[in-house]
């Protein structure tokens, strides 16, 4: 069922006037301020709400999302998020999340021309580029697309931990663990891949910056 321009915003009225009714200082408390514990860094996609499938509540979880959940040390509009999150908001982990039959990923492994978006796949591409040994070998078009996946949120946990941000947090003693998560459409679980960083030891030397 389509939902038209207009429904959103009754939808909005109702949602606000039960939520006012349920709990009455819920709007008031949350025009306070903000102090989530939680940097989430997700896809774009628009099937992946990552308040709903967390069960958190509006305020808990500061969010940035791009195309395939990536950080690229050149976007300004992550650095700044990134930024604002650890030296203002000061949260304690910062989860990459990405899910299962992502669009950005399949169109990353074809040589198909999208137009623009081409300049964000080739940072996809280049995660393929590292790891095609162990991804030519899967057979399963399916099965080597998904663990593109899980390499490519691997590599974005890494690029996090290497930004002078994050680093500059943990030289400090700031209590910051990264993660990397997959988010599965087909049963809405959450794959937890077991890759967290907590500190500029968990990196490759050539990274660790000097304080």
Not at 149 to 155: A, D, F, S, T
Request: glycine letters at 6%; proline letters at 2%; one cysteine or more.
């Amino acid at each position: 069922m389509e939902i038209s321009y207009n429904m959103l915003l009754e939808n909005n009225k109702a949602w606000a006037t039960l939520k006012r009714n349920n709990t009455p200082n819920f709007f008031n408390k949350l025009s306070k301020g903000q102090s989530p514990e939680y940097l989430w860094i997700g896809c774009s996609d628009s099937r992946v709400p990552e308040n709903e499938i967390t069960g958190t509540k509006p305020g808990e979880i500061f969010v940035h999302r791009n195309i395939a959940n990536m950080v690229v040390h050149s976007d300004m509009n992550l650095l700044s998020v990134l930024s604002y999150a650890v030296d203002v908001l000061k949260v304690k982990h910062i989860i990459v999340c990405g899910h299962y039959g992502c669009g950005g990923v399949i169109a990353a492994m074809s040589n198909k021309q999208y137009g623009l978006i081409d300049n964000w796949l080739r940072h996809i591409k280049d995660v393929y580029r590292h790891h095609h040994i162990e991804l030519d070998s899967i057979a399963d078009e399916e099965q080597r697309t998904n663990r593109l996946i899980e390499l490519n949120v691997i590599e974005q946990v890494h690029d996090l931990g290497i930004t002078s941000i994050v680093q500059n947090a943990w030289s400090r003693n700031q209590p910051l663990h990264i993660h990397g998560w997959v988010y599965g459409l087909e049963n809405g679980i959450i794959n937890d891949l077991e890759v967290t960083f907590k500190c500029s030891k968990d990196l490759h030397a050539i990274y660790q910056l000097n304080y």
